[in-house]
């Protein structure tokens, strides 16, 4: 079956610019994860969905970041007045609700700010 | 303050030796971890996993020691491939950051020299 797909694959903006980041879970998982990867980080939490909503957001690293899920499937992470430090891999994970340990990633947003 | 550490950012191993990548971290509410491998441009992939309960976990050439005295899990390939050249992940999850919140460390990348 179709795995998780993100888009765009690579987005290059200029400083100030919102850029938005979509993923597409595998069907079925209600849960959904964000991460992102900087360069010569670990993957850090972002933001949880269980359906449509968030009981956790506390990976947002400032208000210049959202995100949202419709119809429990198609996710977006918005980044608003992008930063240089904004720069990095986003990463969509998706997972049944009750089976976090194994996530099915997403290849990845990577991301420049310029 | 990362609570996940993986202190060898990379490891090189002759085929059919065996490769032993380590990881430490510091939240003794830690219940649940895990191993993940990542190929280039492509998503991290579940590997293995260990509760809190056990010490070791073991699935094909693939095996997971957990000292939880030491707070130290260590991931063992026997026999070590050339399709096993990956970075690896270890995660962990539990305590505050329930149980679908999982602490990435930076990853270790292992070449396996044929």
């Known amino acids: 079956g179709a795995g998780v797909s993100q888009s765009p694959s690579n987005k290059v903006t200029e400083k100030g610019k919102d850029v938005e980041l979509r993923c597409d879970p595998i069907s079925g998982h209600t849960a959904l994860y964000w991460y992102r990867q900087s360069l010569g980080q670990g993957l850090e939490f972002l933001i949880y969905f269980q359906g449509n909503s968030a009981p956790d957001k506390s990976g947002l690293p400032s208000d210049r970041f959202s995100a949202e899920r419709t119809g429990g499937s198609v996710s977006t992470l918005t980044i608003q007045r992008t930063q240089q430090e904004d720069s990095a891999v986003y990463l969509c994970?998706?997972?049944?609700?009750?089976?976090?340990?194994?996530?099915?990633f997403g290849p990845g947003t990577r991301l420049t700010v310029t | 303050d990362q609570q996940v550490k993986q202190n060898s950012p990379s490891l090189s191993v002759q085929e059919g030796r065996i490769s032993i990548l380590n990881c430490d971290y510091t939240?003794?509410?830690?219940?649940?971890f895990l191993w993940y491998k990542k190929y280039p441009a492509e998503g991290p992939t579940f590997l293995i996993s260990i509760s809190s309960i056990k010490d070791k976990n073991e699935d094909g050439r693939f095996t997971v020691f957990l000292n939880k005295s030491a707070k130290h899990l260590s991931l063992h390939i026997v026999p070590s491939q050339p399709g096993d050249s990956a970075v690896y992940f270890c995660a962990a999850s539990g305590g505050t950051s329930g149980t679908y919140k999982y602490i990435f460390g930076t990853g270790t990348r292992l070449k396996v020299l044929a």
């Open positions: 994970a998706s997972s049944l609700p009750s089976q976090s340990y194994e996530q099915y």
């Open positions: 939240n003794s509410m830690f219940d649940y």
